[in-house]
């Protein structure tokens, strides 16, 4: 199984200016771009934490082969774009999306054969199966919970003012713990 992103976000959930604001640095434009890759890293480490997308972003999963049900590790899901797979011959085709249906639940998002349906043979092999889809609280930061916000906020602010590494003397976190306590509640386990 692989997971791989198709197309980025169109934006950050944080504007460089608000980042500045929040960490309270200077006016001035001498750090932006690299305030704006603190965003984009916190970002991204939010959502690997989180097993989320941020904001909406299209994602390919590869299978080797149709399992009774396929996961999709990212949430939250807001459309199956494309199912495709190796038919036995090894020629790539793309199933009909009144074949499958995606099953949104409290722990992750499925994608199923319809009722009384089934997946189509395939042949076995790397990215046999392949389900591209849609993940992300919306295409904007308005729909973004605030908590996960403010985390994105707290983790460029340590960026900004820790750019090394490892902080001598406060012992070494994953995250730091204000970070951590409000993405909590989130976080997708499975």
């Known amino acids: 199984m692989t ?3 198709i197309t980025e976000p169109l ?6 200016a608000d980042a500045k604001a929040h960490g309270r640095q200077e006016d001035g434009t001498i750090e932006d771009a690299l305030i704006a ?3 984009k890293s916190a970002r991204r480490r939010v959502e690997t934490y989180l097993r989320r ?3 909406n972003q299209t994602l390919r999963l590869s299978l080797s082969c149709f399992p009774s049900q396929i996961v999709l590790p990212m949430d939250p899901v807001s459309a199956v774009t494309s199912l495709t797979y190796l038919d036995p011959a090894g020629v790539r085709q793309t199933m009909a999306p009144e074949n499958y249906r995606l099953v ?3 722990g992750g998002s499925l994608v199923v054969p319809v009722r009384n349906g089934s997946w189509p043979v395939t042949l076995t092999d790397y990215a046999s199966v392949q389900v591209d889809f849609t993940a992300g609280y919306g295409a904007d930061v308005t729909s973004i919970p605030e908590d996960i916000l403010q985390a994105v906020r707290l983790l460029v602010a340590h960026y900004a003012e820790h750019r090394e590494a490892v902080v001598v003397g406060t012992g070494a976190t994953d995250l730091p713990e204000g970070v951590v306590s409000h993405l ?7």
């Open 3 to 5: 997971l791989e992103i």
């Open 11 to 16: 934006n950050e959930p944080l504007s460089t």
């Open 37 to 39: 890759s603190y965003v």
């Open 53 to 55: 997308k941020l904001i």
């Open 104 to 106: 949104r639940a409290h």
């Open 184 to 190: 909590a509640p989130y976080r997708r386990w499975i």
